[in-house]
């Protein structure tokens, strides 16, 4: 049997993209899928405006809290995928990258925060089904 494959989701203040991605993944993989996220200069609490566009969706991201990108975490990894980090995140061979060309929900209204919510949801469901797991 194949080890369960584990997801990175990577942004810079993991606060508000990535918190997303992994409430996403985490929701629609049914446990299939470790899913973890973290940043390269994490902030001190995550985007309140992204936890209720979350919410609206009944997705509960408030237990999640921004953590720091090791080494480890990337290099342990099956797929790590990229939010706007650029060239703060580490390369390692034999991990697959993805970089997901998304807003970045800092500073904006919740309407922009539920659009690249939604952004964040269907770039999931298209992870999934290249897993091959069933949403």
Same mark, same amino acid.
């Given at each position: @049997? %194949?080890?369960? $494959? ?6 810079? *203040? ?5 918190? @997303?991605? +992994?409430?996403?993944?985490? *929701?629609?993989?049914?446990? &299939?899928?470790?899913?973890?996220? /973290?940043?390269? /200069? $994490?902030?001190?609490?995550?985007? $309140?405006?992204?936890?209720? %566009? @979350? &919410?609206?969706?009944?997705? #509960?991201?408030?237990? +999640?809290? $921004? ?6 975490? /990337? ?7 990229? @939010? ?14 993805? !970089?997901?060309?998304?807003? !970045?929900? /800092?500073?904006? !209204?919740? #309407? ?24």
């Amino acid at each position: @049997m %194949a080890a369960k $494959p584990s997801v990175l989701f990577v942004c810079v *203040h993991n606060a508000g993209r990535s918190q @997303m991605a +992994q409430g996403f993944l985490t *929701h629609l993989a049914g446990g &299939a899928i470790d899913v973890r996220s /973290a940043g390269t /200069a $994490p902030a001190d609490t995550i985007n $309140p405006l992204a936890v209720e %566009a @979350m &919410a609206e969706l009944g997705i #509960d991201i408030t237990g +999640q809290t $921004p953590k720091i990108l090791t080494p480890d975490t /990337a290099e342990t990894s099956t797929v790590v995928i990229t @939010m706007g980090c650029g060239d703060t995140c580490p390369y390692f061979p034999g991990v697959s990258y993805r !970089d997901w060309k998304l807003d !970045d929900p /800092a500073g904006q !209204d919740l #309407d922009t925060v539920r659009a690249i919510r939604d952004q964040i949801e269907q770039c999931v469901r298209d992870l999934l089904s290249e897993l091959g797991i069933q949403s």
